[in-house]
């Protein structure tokens, strides 16, 4: 009786190995493609942030998120979100506090911006105030554009970047 069990197992065992062998990818001709793509190459969206490095303003660019524009509060986001790990390894911070956000921009008459802040105003640095100044300024195609910052019934500019 063994020697029939064991003729059973190695009679299936031959009957899968066999099955298995005989699935594969069979050979075929040269398969000849198309031609490489052309054209330009889509432009990459950047964005530029001014951060603090030794006690100064420092501009430092970043790829854009999925190749999309951000609107002026997005960048400012950004900002008080601080610098990545990159960044800091390179000694950059923010002097803009995280609880500065949510931001929102509105435009005056041509050439000024008016941020506004969920903080007071007066109680950022003056660091502060040029980071957001500057990085807003950054984003808009009139420059040198005035921005004023404002925050919990508190002004202050309007200021040009000073960089």
């Known amino acids: 009786m063994r020697t029939g069990l064991a003729r059973h197992v190695l009679a299936a ?93 509105t435009a005056e008459p041509a050439g000024h911006l008016v941020v506004t802040l969920s903080t007071p105003a007066g109680e950022l640095s003056a660091l502060a105030v040029e980071q957001i100044v500057c990085t807003a300024a950054a984003t808009t195609p009139e420059s040198p554009a005035q921005v004023t910052v404002v925050g919990a019934g508190q002004s202050v500019g309007p200021r040009n970047c000073p960089g």
């Open 13 to 105: 065992g031959l009957v899968s190995l066999v099955a298995v062998a005989g699935c594969g990818v069979r050979p075929s001709g040269v398969i000849i493609g198309g031609d490489p793509p052309s054209g330009g190459v889509a432009p990459t969206t950047t964005i530029t942030l001014y951060l603090v490095k030794n006690g100064r303003l420092s501009a430092v660019t970043r790829p854009g998120p999925g190749g999309r524009p951000l609107f002026n509060a997005d960048t400012l986001a950004l900002l008080a979100a601080g610098p990545t790990a990159t960044e800091q390894a390179d000694g950059l911070t923010t002097d803009v506090p995280p609880e500065a956000g949510p931001f929102s921009v």
